[in-house]
């Protein structure tokens, strides 16, 4: 199974780092989802949940403000 490798980061510190199997982010203009082989991609992130899918289950989820 391919994976992502995910930081996420605040002006203060790292936040999360680690394997993905998706990502799930607010942009500015509504949400946008990145599974593994996505294209690189750059998006104006807006303010909302962030949800990281983990590889062996469960999720982490962030607020973006």
Do not use: N, T, Y
């Amino acid at each position: 199974m391919s994976e992502l490798r995910v930081r996420v980061v605040s002006p203060d510190s790292v936040v999360f780092e680690g394997p993905a199997a998706s990502v799930v982010a607010p942009a500015w203009d509504g949400k946008v989802g990145v599974l593994p082989g996505h294209a690189p991609m750059i998006a104006l992130l807006g303010s909302g949940e962030l949800s990281i899918d983990l590889p062996a289950g469960g999720s982490e989820r962030f607020f973006v403000v």
